[in-house]
C-alpha cells in the first residue's frame, strides 16, 4: 500500500492533505475535528495585531452550475476575528494533544519590522511548525498595506520574508498572490528573502453576480456590497498554470511548493502534486461537503499510486513539469484529427452546430431519407481543435487521432513561415537548456 507520509521543507506530515488558512481552521474546535477526520495538517486562520479585525455580514457568494452546484465561491472575510492570546493558547493546546499533526501559523502584519519581530517569538511558543506569510488577501486587507498590497510588490515580499527569517527559526512558507500579472516575480522574490517554501494560490479578486431588483452585487451589506476573493472549483485552472509557472521556472527551481486552488479531490491533488507541489491545501471542498471529504482523498490517492507503482508521494511530484513548456516550442508538425464513434453518438449534433457556426466546417451532417441524422468528419478539413470532443455529451464518443505525418520535430523558433525563426545552433542551444530545466 501506498505511503502518503510526506516531508514538506522539513516538516513532517502523515499525509499531503492540509486545511488552508481559512474560515475552517479559525478556531481549535474545527482544526481537532479536522484531525479527528484525518486531516495531515491545517494553516491556522491568520493571525494579526490586536485589536483583531472586525468581519462585516453577511461574507459569501457563489457562482453556482446545474442543479445548483457551486462552481466558484466568493468570500469578503478578514483575518481572525478573535484576540491574539486566545488564538495562541488554542494553537498550543492543540498541538500538544495532536504532535503528529502539522499546524501552520498563518500571519500578517504591517510593513513594520518590529511588528514581526515581536510577534514570531509568540508563534514559536506555541509549538506549531512553521509560519505562512499571507501576502495574498485580496479585499480588506490591501487597503490597509497588508496582504495583497505586500504581495503584488516583490521587494516588500523579499522584505518581510528576510525579516522572518531573521527572527525566527521556523520554516516560513510564502503565500502568493494570484492578483498579479507574473507570479513568477514575488516567487523569485521570496526565494531571495530566504522563504523555505511557497503556497499558492490565494484568492482571486472577484464578484460573482448582481441582485438585478435591487442593482447590488452579492454578498451585500447594507445595501452596499465590493469585490472578495474568488477560490473554489472555478480557479483550478489558474492555479495549476501558476504552480507550473513556479516550478519550472529556473529561478525557483528546487523551491517547496503548497498547491491551493480548486482542490475538491484526490485527482485535483496529484495533479497539483505531479506540476510540483509538495502537499496540498483545501479549503473550499471542505466548507461545501465537511472535513470526512479527506477519507477519499487519501483512499483515491493511495489507490492510484498502487495502480501506477508509486510507493511514495515524491515519485511523482514534479513528473509533469517537464512536458510542460513554452508555445514555442511545442511540436508543429504534430496533427491529430477527429473521430467520431458512430455506435455510441446520440445524433444529437451538437458537434456539427460547434464546428459548423464557430470552428472549421469539419463536421458533415447527412440526413437519409428516413430523416436520420449522421454526422461525420471531414478529415481533409480538420485541425485537431477539440472543440468537438469538449461539447459531445457522450465521454469517449469522440477522439481526437494522431496522425502519422512523416515528419520530424519542429518547432515554432525552427518553422520557415516564422519570419523570426532562429537560427540552428541557436534552436539547439534552447532545446538544451529546456532539457536540462
Known sequence: ?????????????????????????????????????????????????DPAAVNVSSRYSALYGKNREVIGFNNIELITDRSLEINLQEITQVKKDWPD????????????????ADILPLVEATGADGIELNFGCPHGMPERGMGAAVGQVPEYVEMVT?????????????????????????????????????SLINTINSITHLDLDQMVAFPVVGGA?????????????????????IARDPATQGLPISGIGGIGNWRDAAEFMALGSGCVQVCTAAMLHGFRIVEEMKDGLSRWMDQKGYTKVSDFVGKAVPNTTDWKYLNMNYQVIAQINQDDC?????CYVACEDTSHQSISQLIDAAGVRTYEVIKDEC?????????????????????????????????????????????????ETVAAV
Open 1 to 49: 500500500m501506498a505511503d502518503l507520509s510526506i516531508e514538506f521543507c522539513g516538516i513532517k506530515s502523515v499525509n499531503p492533505f492540509w486545511l488552508a488558512s481559512a474560515p475552517p481552521t479559525d478556531k481549535a474546535y474545527n482544526v481537532v475535528r479536522a484531525f479527528e477526520a484525518g486531516w495531515g495538517g491545517v494553516v491556522w486562520k491568520t493571525l494579526g495585531e
Open 101 to 116: 499533526r502539522v499546524i501552520i501559523v498563518s500571519l500578517m502584519l504591517p510593513c513594520e519590522e518590529k511588528l514581526w
Open 162 to 198: 528576510r525579516w522572518c527569517k531573521t527572527h525566527s527559526k521556523l520554516p516560513v512558507i510564502v503565500k502568493l498572490t494570484p492578483n498579479i500579472t507574473d507570479v513568477r516575480a514575488p516567487a523569485r522574490a521570496a526565494k531571495a528573502g530566504g522563504a523555505d517554501a511557497v
Open 225 to 245: 456590497s465590493t469585490h472578495g476573493g474568488y477560490c473554489g472549483t472555478a480557479v483550478k485552472p489558474i492555479a495549476l498554470n501558476m504552480v507550473a509557472e
Open 346 to 350: 446520440i445524433k444529437c449534433g451538437r
Open 383 to 431: 485541425v485537431g481543435c477539440n472543440l468537438c470532443e469538449i461539447t459531445c455529451p457522450v465521454q469517449g464518443c469522440i477522439t481526437m487521432v494522431p496522425q502519422k505525418t512523416g515528419k520530424p520535430y519542429m518547432n515554432w523558433t525552427q518553422d520557415p513561415r516564422n519570419p523570426r525563426a532562429e537560427n540552428v545552433a541557436a534552436v539547439k542551444a534552447v532545446e
